[in-house]
């Protein structure tokens, strides 16, 4: 194989793990229009998201103040499937759901919280005032497949529900 070939090969190897490393720079929006699932509009906080939850789940989606149309797609996916499968559990209080501008000053506090810095969904377990934050990155490696990805964000708030 000549060398050409080789570091051809080799830029095309590290532009697929630049690609799988890098979900989403947010900087600018990419050509294309993704497919949204029919989800309402950004959800705002209940009454329980503003006050320190004892017991519950926290589902919580950041995103910078510039977005990509991937990033407004896995809120969309996340926000889709929070209000199809747990309308009840946000009814009850024992499921809040978030979206949150980490760029606004307002959200410093639980962006410095959650450890978020751009485009990113996390799940928080609180049992007796004590949280469990878990980072979920799956997210971005399903979205080109639509049922997958709200399979996924199902499952994992279930399993942080303990359904």
């Known amino acids: 194989m000549s060398s050409h070939r080789k570091a051809a090969g080799f830029a095309l ?3 697929a793990l630049l690609a799988a490393l890098i979900p989403c720079a947010c900087g600018g929006s990419p050509d294309g229009n993704p497919t949204t699932p029919t989800a309402t509009a950004t959800p705002t906080p209940s009454p329980a998201a503003t006050a320190a939850l004892d017991n519950g789940v926290e589902v919580v989606y950041f995103h910078r103040a510039q977005r990509c149309t991937t990033c407004m797609h896995a809120e969309s996916v996340v926000t889709y499937t929070v209000e199809t499968y747990f309308s009840d559990e946000v009814a009850s209080g024992s ?7 980490v760029n606004d000053p307002v959200n410093s ?6 450890g978020a810095y751009g485009s990113s ?6 049992e007796g005032g004590v949280e469990e934050i878990e980072y979920v990155n ?5 979205l080109d497949d639509e ?3 709200i399979a996924m964000v199902k499952d994992v708030i279930e399993e942080h529900l303990g359904d």
């Open 13 to 15: 190897v590290a532009a």
């Open 95 to 101: 499921l809040v759901y978030m979206v949150l501008n």
């Open 121 to 126: 969904l996390f799940l928080n377990d609180v």
């Open 138 to 142: 799956e997210i971005w490696f399903l």
């Open 109 to 114: 506090a639980m962006s410095e919280k959650f």
């Open 147 to 149: 049922e997958a990805a």
